[in-house]
C-alpha cells in the first residue's frame, strides 16, 4: 500500500499535469474555437466528462483510440479525455483513404474510432474493413454513440478512476519509413512531458503568449510542441481548422497573437498573400518554424518583413516527440541554415556507419538520446531493435556539426519525401503506380519545388508497347493514396540508373531533376 500511494505521490501524466494547470490559471482564457471559449478550469472539467464518457463506453485503460478529424476544440478534448482516462491517443491524418486507415486501426488494434461527420463514410469504410465495432463523433454526432463535444458540454462533474502510471504509453504517432507501411511511435506520458518542459523553457513561453494555432493538432509538432506546452504553461490559444492565408492574418492582427509556428510552406503562402503587406502584424513577437527546412532567402525575407521578430528553428520527429535541437533567435545571424544544439533534455551526436563520432564539418548520421523518444514502434519489434541500434536512436537523417556544436541538416537517409512538412515514404507511392498495367518501373524521389520545398516527383519506366499520360497515373494512383501523397509531376524515362549490384540509384536522379519544379512540370511529361 505505502509502494503504491509513494508512486501516485510521485506520478506525472499529462493528465496531471493538466489538473495542475487548471489549479493556478483557473479561470483564465486559455482556448478559443469558433465561438466557443474555454478557461483552463473549463478545459480540466471537460476532460473529465469526456474520460467518464469514453470509460462509460466499455473502453479499459491501455485500449486504443484513434482520432481521425480535422482541427476543432474537440478534436484538443478527445486527446485530453483520453489521457485522463488511460487509454492511448492515436491521431491519424485527416485525409487518409479508407486502406491507408484501416491498416492503422489493425496494426495498433484500435478500440474505438472518432471522426468528424463530414469524414463519415470514409471512417466506415475503414471500419467495416478493419472489423471495428465501436466508433464515435468528435462533434455534430446523433446522440447515441459517443460524441467527444457533447461529452464535454454536458452538465455535472464527474471524475474518472485515478489509475495509471507515467511511464504508460499515452500516444501512438504513425509515421512514415522507407518500407512505406507506416510505423506507430509510441509515446509515454513521461516523455510528452519531459518535451513539454524542454519546449516551454527553451523556446520562452510564458502566460503572456497569445498563440495562433493553424496548423494540424494530429500533427506532433503542432500538439506537442506548442499548443500543450503552451497551454500548461498558462498561454492563451486561438485554434483555427486550417491555416488559410487571409483568415491567419486576418486573426494575427485581431488577436493581437504574439506567437505563431508554421512550416516553410505556409510562411511562403503567407508572405506571397497581399494581405501580408495590409495587415498590421506588428503584435508578432515568437515566429516559429520547423517541421521542414526553410530555405534561407525565404527566412531573410521574413526578418525584413517583420523586423523586431524573434524566429526559432525547431527541429526534430514524431520518435522524439518531436523536439530535438533549436537555433534561437540570438544565433540566427551567424548561423542561419543550422537548426541549432540539442535541447536541454537531448543529447545529440553526429556518427559513422560505425557509430563512431566524425570530425566536425564531417558528414554522417544525427543520432540522439532522450527521456522524451519513443518506447518503442507499436508492434514493430525488429524496427524499434534497429533504429536504437547502438544504444542510441538513430534519426534517418544527415547532417554536420561545427566546432561549437551546431548542426546542419544536409540529407536524408531514408527515401522521404518531406512534402509541406508532412512525410511521404516514396516506396509507398511507387507501389500505388506500379499497380497500373503499363508501367515498368518508377522511382519516387523528392524535387526541389516553391510551394511545399519539396515535392513528389514520379520517374517512370513504361512496358514495352504500352501507353500512358502523367494524368492517367495520377488518377491510378488516387485510387490508392490520400492527395498529399499523390505526385505532383510525372517524367517520362526509357531506363532508371542503377548500380553493379542492380540497386536503384535515386542520388543520381535527384540530380538529373532538381532544376524541375512541380510549378514547371506540373502533372506533364518529360522526356
Not at 45 to 69: D, K, M, P, Q, S
Request: some cysteine.
Amino acid at each position: 500500500m505505502v509502494e503504491a500511494e509513494l508512486r501516485r505521490a510521485r506520478r506525472n501524466m499529462v493528465g496531471d499535469a493538466l489538473r495542475r494547470a487548471a489549479a493556478v490559471h483557473r479561470d483564465r482564457a486559455a482556448l478559443h474555437f469558433a465561438d466557443r471559449d474555454w478557461t483552463f478550469a473549463g478545459l480540466d472539467r471537460a476532460a473529465n466528462r469526456v474520460a467518464v464518457r469514453l470509460l462509460a463506453a466499455g473502453l479499459r485503460r491501455g485500449e486504443r483510440v484513434v482520432t481521425y478529424g480535422r482541427n476543432s476544440d474537440a478534436y484538443l478534448l478527445a486527446w485530453l479525455g483520453c489521457v485522463r482516462a488511460g487509454l492511448v491517443h492515436v491521431p491519424v491524418n485527416f485525409t487518409l483513404s479508407p486502406p491507408e486507415l484501416s491498416y492503422i486501426l489493425r496494426q495498433c488494434g484500435a478500440s474505438m474510432l472518432l471522426h468528424d461527420p463530414a469524414l463519415a463514410e470514409t471512417a466506415g469504410a475503414a471500419a467495416r474493413e478493419a472489423g471495428l465495432v465501436m466508433r464515435g463523433t468528435l462533434h455534430g454526432g446523433d446522440g447515441e454513440a459517443v460524441d467527444i463535444l457533447s461529452a464535454a458540454l454536458a452538465a455535472g462533474d464527474p471524475v474518472p478512476p485515478d489509475e495509471g502510471e507515467d511511464t504508460d504509453v499515452a500516444q501512438i504517432i504513425y509515421t512514415s519509413g522507407t518500407t512505406g507501411a507506416p510505423k506507430g511511435a509510441a509515446l509515454t506520458h513521461a516523455g510528452i512531458l519531459a518535451q513539454y518542459t524542454a519546449c516551454i523553457i527553451c523556446m520562452d513561453y510564458n502566460q503572456a503568449d497569445r498563440c495562433l494555432a493553424a496548423l494540424p493538432l494530429y500533427h506532433v509538432a503542432q500538439m506537442h510542441a506548442f499548443t500543450m506546452p503552451q497551454l500548461l504553461q498558462g498561454a492563451e490559444t486561438w485554434l483555427m481548422e486550417a491555416p488559410v492565408p487571409e483568415q491567419v492574418l486576418a486573426l494575427i492582427e485581431r488577436h493581437r497573437i504574439n506567437s505563431f509556428f508554421a512550416p516553410p510552406t505556409v510562411w511562403i503562402n503567407l508572405l506571397r498573400h497581399p494581405d501580408f503587406s495590409a495587415r498590421d502584424l506588428g503584435s508578432l513577437r515568437n515566429l516559429y518554424y520547423g517541421a521542414a527546412i526553410m530555405p534561407v532567402p525565404v527566412l531573410a525575407e521574413l526578418r525584413a518583413r517583420l523586423p523586431g521578430v524573434r524566429p526559432f528553428n525547431c527541429y526534430g520527429q514524431s520518435e522524439m516527440a518531436p523536439l530535438a535541437t533549436l537555433l534561437r533567435p540570438e544565433e540566427h545571424d551567424a548561423r542561419p541554415a543550422s537548426v541549432g544544439r540539442p535541447v536541454l533534455s537531448v543529447e545529440t551526436r553526429i556518427v559513422d556507419a560505425q557509430m563512431r563520432d566524425v570530425p566536425p564539418g564531417t558528414q554522417g548520421e544525427i543520432v540522439h538520446r532522450s527521456p522524451h523518444l519513443l518506447t518503442s514502434y507499436w508492434d514493430k519489434p525488429e524496427e524499434t531493435a534497429r533504429a536504437f541500434e547502438g544504444g542510441w536512436f538513430h534519426s534517418g537523417d544527415i547532417g554536420v556539426m561545427d566546432e561549437q556544436g551546431y548542426i546542419t541538416v544536409v540529407d536524408r537517409l531514408k527515401d522521404v519525401i518531406n512534402t509541406g512538412g508532412v512525410l511521404v515514404a516514396s516506396r509507398e507511392v511507387e507501389e500505388a503506380l506500379f499497380s497500373h498495367p503499363a508501367v515498368s518501373e518508377v522511382a519516387v524521389i523528392a524535387v526541389p519545388d516553391a510551394k511545399w520545398i519539396e515535392a513528389i516527383a514520379a520517374v517512370v519506366v513504361l512496358r514495352a508497347g504500352a501507353s500512358a499520360t502523367a494524368e492517367e497515373l495520377i488518377a491510378h494512383a488516387r485510387g490508392h493514396l490520400a492527395p498529399y501523397k499523390l505526385p505532383k509531376q510525372v517524367i517520362f524515362t526509357d531506363t532508371l540508373p542503377k548500380n553493379t549490384a542492380g540497386k536503384l540509384l535515386k542520388r543520381e536522379l535527384r540530380v538529373i531533376y532538381s532544376g524541375t519544379s512541380s510549378g514547371a512540370l506540373g502533372h506533364g511529361q518529360a522526356a
